[in-house]
């Protein structure tokens, strides 16, 4: 592996959005931006995101990983994390992308609510198609899952000696600050599809009700993936989410389309 | 006014961090925050992002970063054992710190194997001038088991519950086997006496915070002494036993409890030069 191909660096509005390029060793033709989870999600995908772009950039890809606003190393403050701004900071990392690999043709992947994004910015970022992993795709139902896995928190023996306050849990998800406008966002957020080719990738627990036709109807397909991924498990909220099949079933679909 | 760098560095060019440098923080004691665990350079839900700023806007110069193999960090491809490979990943992390904020002397900052990986540096690295330990070594005392088992044996509940599993009442519920997510592993008693001891006789500064989310081996403000016997009462060692947090900190207020204590005992024994002029 070439370190130096591997940069960190800020970038954006006031130098306030970390990046991570991966450089492939030859001229690219086509680029990839990796448009992570929020949340507790962002730093259990990390190591698997790595992973990911490492072997895309083995196989010829220019590729972006970044923190939105609020995240990660990026500035702000988790209580700041807006879901305009992240969309908006997927389509200004895809400048990025496109200035840094010299292509204009962009791949978007995400996972969770990093796939929602990454299907949110498609047009306004002309990302050529997207592959999303158990994107969030309603998210009044979502908002109330990690408001009842925020309650379970406060009395997880597991993790306390004793349940805490209401307030000691308050206007938090799983360990950060969540302000009232993304609260807002997100329960009303009702993604739409993308009008490019669509990917998802389901590694969600068997269900008997339709869950992605509603984006992939037209331009897209599902693969499943196995085994089920644990993304609502509170007892494994601090373990890493890595996932070979993952890995294969990216890097096999861009073989497929190249 | 402070700006953040992003960083590769290290002799093999293999290590990645987050360098946050104040306005005007040319000398100052710099701040090295390891990994906790797996979790890549931000910390747990983000602490060290927190900490570093909050200690940036008070004017002291920071790095976070990833240990070699550990988030964004490479391994250097060199032969060292782990031990030396942190050293030698904390000798580069403290030239890069001197060279972008003139650094000269060092505070280390670890949470669970961060404590550990700092307890190696700090024990060995005469540059190093403090540390703040979170769940870091620790021994179950016999004050600690009884502490842990006396309540439970003269609980009549519990003595009721176990006769009627024993009559063929109801069964116990399994609980569901704890994931390791983080672990310190053991090291000597006498070795780690021995190393604090060594620390504060140079002339180190230490602050321990131990959380109630080690209750398995730790449940008391007392059984610092008890492990680590008179060093614990030596002016340049501070402790604090938050026992009703969790081992990473998951409540953000818990969060703005710990680093107001550790800018707290920054401000106490390291106070900047140019404290005031920050915002």
Not at chain 1, 51 to 70: C, I, K, N, P, S
Not at chain 2, 2 to 19: K, P, S
Not at chain 2, 158 to 182: D, S
Request: hydrophobic share 40%; charged share 25%; with cysteine.
């Amino acid at each position: 592996m070439r370190l130096d191909a591997e940069m960190p660096f800020f970038f954006g509005p006031d130098s306030g959005l970390f990046g991570m390029y991966h450089a492939p060793a030859f001229p690219p033709r086509r680029a990839m931006l990796m448009c992570p989870p929020l949340g507790q999600d962002l730093i259990r995908c990390h190591r698997l995101y790595r992973q990911l772009a490492q072997a895309l950039a083995e196989e010829g890809m220019a590729v972006l990983r970044f923190d939105y606003y609020g995240t990660g190393d990026s500035a702000g403050d988790s209580a700041e994390v807006n879901w305009e701004r992240c969309v908006s900071d997927a389509t200004t990392a895809t400048a990025e992308l496109r200035r840094r690999a010299g292509v204009d043709r962009v791949i978007a992947f995400g996972a969770r609510l990093g796939g929602s994004i990454a299907l949110t910015a498609a047009e306004r970022a002309r990302f050529s198609e997207v592959i999303a992993w158990d994107p969030v795709l309603e998210g009044e139902r979502y908002v109330a899952e990690l408001d009842a896995m925020q309650a379970a928190l406060r009395e997880d023996a597991g993790r306390f000696n004793r349940p805490r306050s209401h307030s000691d849990v308050a206007e938090q998800w799983l360990g950060f600050d969540i302000g009232e406008t993304l609260r807002r966002q997100l329960s009303s957020l009702r993604v739409a599809p993308a009008n490019v080719p669509t990917l998802v990738l389901d590694s969600m627990p068997a269900s008997p009700d339709p869950r992605w036709e509603r984006i992939v109807s037209q331009r897209g397909k599902v693969a499943t993936i196995a085994p089920p991924t644990p993304w609502d498990d509170l007892d494994r909220l601090e373990t890493a989410i890595l996932s070979h099949p993952l890995i294969q079933a990216v890097t096999g679909r861009l073989k497929e389309v190249a | 006014m402070m700006r953040e760098e992003a960083h590769r560095f290290g002799r093999a060019r293999h290590l990645v961090g987050i360098a946050g440098i104040p306005e005007g923080a040319r000398g100052e004691t710099g701040v090295i925050v390891l990994n906790a665990g797996l979790v890549h350079r931000i910390g747990p839900f983000r602490l060290h992002v927190e900490l570093t700023r909050q200690l940036n806007a008070a004017g002291y110069p920071t790095l976070r970063f990833d240990l070699s193999t550990l988030g964004d960090s490479a391994a250097s491809g060199g032969q060292l054992t782990r031990t030396q490979q942190v050293c030698a990943d904390l000798d580069d992390a403290m030239k890069l710190l001197s060279e972008r904020a003139g650094c000269e002397r060092f505070v280390l900052f670890g949470l669970c194997s961060g404590a550990q990986n700092a307890h190696v540096v700090a024990a060995t690295d005469p540059r190093v001038s403090g540390a703040v330990f979170l769940d870091g070594y620790a021994f179950r005392t016999l004050g600690y088991k009884l502490r842990h088992y006396l309540p439970r044996l003269i609980d009549p509940g519990r003595w009721a519950r176990r006769l009627m599993r024993r009559a063929g009442g109801a069964p116990a519920t399994p609980k569901a086997a704890a994931q390791p997510i983080f672990a310190v592993a053991p090291a000597p008693r006498e070795e780690v006496i021995a190393d604090f001891t060594g620390m504060v006789g140079r002339g180190m500064k230490l602050y321990l915070v131990y959380s109630g989310g080690i209750s398995n081996y730790f449940n008391h403000a007392r059984q610092f002494r008890e492990c680590f016997g008179k060093v614990m009462n030596h002016p340049a060692v501070t402790t604090r036993y938050a026992a009703e947090t969790d081992h990473t900190y998951i409540l953000t207020g818990d969060r703005a409890r710990l680093l107001d204590g550790v800018g707290g005992w920054l401000s106490r024994n390291f106070p900047p030069a140019s404290a005031g002029r920050h915002s």
